[in-house]
């Protein structure tokens, strides 16, 4: 297994002499096998890659147990515009007795740097080619994996990431599709990844576990990528994947800054027996726990990482009270600390540390090992739509313990459901999925009902389904499981991409003259998209209501049943709606490609508001 070059490094202590091997990865000529790399450039402009390669190498620590090295590169004025403006400096860690190493990096940016943009941070590993076969990302979906070769000597598809794999060397893989977006993962759900070999008598395994996800960006459904064909195995820091623009790092000239990325931990395990190797899953999950357990760590040299005794906590209960009436315990929320902004603002929150957890099912909650700082704390619950913030200021100090008691969640709502489509849930899972084109799919997800929507090509089936009138939705009819397709996207018409107006039926028995209905809208998903809305007339000219331009997540491309969340809260007059049959039109106005499109969450239509809501 080729990860990098070594160099041996000698130190003696107490008359002996004490030999670690240091993994060298930064400073070798061989940085195929590993690099850390940044893509950046200049504010508004497209991005540049920059491989970090660290020009001061230094021993941070060393002694009979542990050995830490620094491979520091600072940014002088001669690197502008070829090197991201930030002072990297990458640390690796060994420690006697561990299977494996610890990596982690310090970015710093001093007074007086020009301004930046910053769309990617992360780690690279590339295995190697003809050992490791089969890849890991979790219980469900693991594989053996087609080759470099076979995606070279395949068909190109919409995009450069997807192939048809058309001759692969072994002929199981013929006619499937190959595209490293297909296993991504939300952060939180990725705790470890990495490739078994099968090669020989003694299979291997390479596994990159993340202890904790404070220094990834944009909370925990973010999605990023874990492995993909080459072999390769990554550890993202931060990215603008499932996101866009939004979770750009954005620097101003002159602006400050200082974050620690990691540790992770690359782990090594083998088995002693060829038919053992599926045994290396489980062991890493458990590796990965153990990982967990130690969080914060207590051995890293930098003074940047704040050690577990300076850390604090932060406790309190959560109760969701929708539509007047008693609050109600919020169970199996999603609560948690990131820089000061808006509610919601944390899913686009990329320069701060992030801690979260989930209630209990009494809605109780605590957060712990919270880096020092300034925060405040947002949530939300499944079955409610909307975003939670605690307005005030939360100060955490070191080793301070905080309580706020019981805090109460109003979701928006001005009145009564008269009915209401999906699920609150900030996904687009609970709607209709196709089946994917059987010449265009991966036999990973054939079996698996809960990542169906990972294969290649959903989006094309919505013309093959309607291939000259829209979706249109009936209240107390249709069932959203079935007959809501899960991506509002154009149609392909002789080559040609035509906007599409999804209706939605549905009766009223009497209306409330002069009185606002209210149209509640959440998204889950949009990428170059505006939503117009008009309620019974599709031909007026002004909509009713309007999104304008919203997204650039490319969920939809890239097989994700959720990008960046979006609640429109839309007042509707009586006098738009009749007694009898009305007609709700969702038009996507812009068409230019296959991928414009949006996710629905959740559709609800609301009364005027009565004395109960």
């Not at 830490?68 to 403006?85: A, D, H, I, N, Y």
């Not at 550890?235 to 979770?247: A, I, P, Q």
């Not at 300034?374 to 909307?386: C, E, H, R």
């Not at 009766?507 to 170059?528: E, F, K, R, W």
């Amino acid at each position: 297994m080729k990860v990098a070059s070594q160099k041996q490094v000698s130190f003696k202590w107490f008359g002996m002499a004490v030999q670690f091997s240091i993994i060298i990865l930064s400073a070798c000529s061989e940085r195929s096998f590993r690099y850390f790399d940044v893509v950046w450039d200049d504010p508004g402009k497209s991005g540049k890659f920059d491989r970090i390669s660290g020009t001061n190498f230094s021993v941070i620590v060393a002694n009979e147990s542990i050995v830490e090295v620094s491979f520091l590169r600072t940014w002088q004025t001669s690197m502008k515009g070829s090197c991201v403006p930030i002072n990297i400096d990458q640390r690796y860690i060994m420690r006697r007795g561990e299977s494996g190493f610890y990596s982690y990096v310090i970015f710093d940016r001093p007074q007086g740097l020009p301004a930046v943009e910053v769309y990617q941070i992360r780690n690279v590993y590339k295995l190697a080619v003809n050992r490791f076969s089969y890849m890991a990302i979790s219980d469900t979906r693991q594989r053996n994996m087609p080759s470099l070769t076979d995606r070279k000597q395949g068909r190109t598809l919409a995009y450069p990431e997807a192939v048809l794999l058309t001759n692969p060397n072994d002929s199981k893989f013929k006619g499937e599709v190959d595209d490293k977006y297909q296993y991504s993962s939300e952060i939180k759900d990725d705790r470890v990844h990495g490739w078994i070999t099968q090669d020989h008598f003694a299979p291997e395994g390479f596994w990159i576990i993340t202890p904790s996800n404070e220094f990834r960006s944009a909370g925990p459904v973010k999605q990023d990528l874990t492995c993909h064909v080459g072999p390769t195995v990554l550890s993202m820091y931060t990215s603008t994947h499932y996101g866009g623009k939004d979770v750009t790092m954005t620097f101003k000239e002159g602006e400050t800054h200082k974050k620690v990325f990691g540790p992770i931990f690359v782990y090594l395990n083998s088995a002693s027996l060829k038919e053992q190797f599926r045994t290396l899953w489980p062991d890493a999950v458990r590796q990965s726990s153990n990982e967990v357990e130690k969080w914060p760590y207590d051995f890293v040299g930098s003074k940047d990482f704040i050690p577990p005794n300076q850390r604090g906590t932060v406790a309190g209960l959560l109760q969701i009270q929708d539509g007047g009436g008693k609050a109600q315990p919020a169970s199996n929320a999603s609560v948690g600390l990131a820089l000061p902004g808006k509610a919601g603002s944390w899913q686009k929150e990329c320069k701060g540390y992030q801690f979260w957890n989930q209630t209990d099912k009494n809605g109780n909650f605590l957060i712990k090992n919270i880096v020092p700082g300034d925060y405040n704390l947002y949530a939300w619950v499944p079955g409610f739509i909307g975003d939670y913030m605690y307005t005030t200021k939360i100060t955490i100090k070191p080793g301070g313990n905080i309580n706020l008691g019981s805090l109460v969640y109003n979701p928006p709502r001005n009145g009564p459901t008269l009915w209401e489509i999906g699920i609150p849930d900030r996904s687009a899972a609970e709607f209709y999925i196709p089946d994917p084109n059987p010449e265009l799919i991966n036999r990973l997800y054939s079996n698996n009902g809960t990542d169906k929507f990972r294969q290649y090509g959903l989006w094309e089936r919505y013309t093959e389904l309607y291939p000259k009138q829209d979706l249109v939705y009936t209240v107390g009819v249709s069932n959203y499981h079935k007959d809501w397709f899960y991506a509002q996207v154009t149609r392909n018409v002789n080559k040609t991409y035509v906007p599409t107006t999804w209706q939605i039926k549905f009766p009223l028995q009497n209306i409330i003259m002069g009185g606002n209905y209210t149209l509640q809208v959440a998204l889950a998903s949009a990428t170059y998209s505006r939503v117009e809305v008009r309620f019974n007339d599709p031909n007026v000219k002004l909509p009713h209501f309007s999104t304008g331009p919203i997204g650039d997540d490319n969920a939809i491309a890239r097989h994700g049943i959720h990008g960046l969340y979006r609640l429109y809260t839309i007042v509707v007059g009586s006098n738009h709606l009749v007694k009898g049959n009305n007609t709700i039109y969702l038009t996507r106005s812009k068409a230019t490609s296959f991928f414009e499109g949006v996710m629905y969450d959740y559709i609800r239509l609301e009364s005027p508001p009565t004395k109960a809501t």
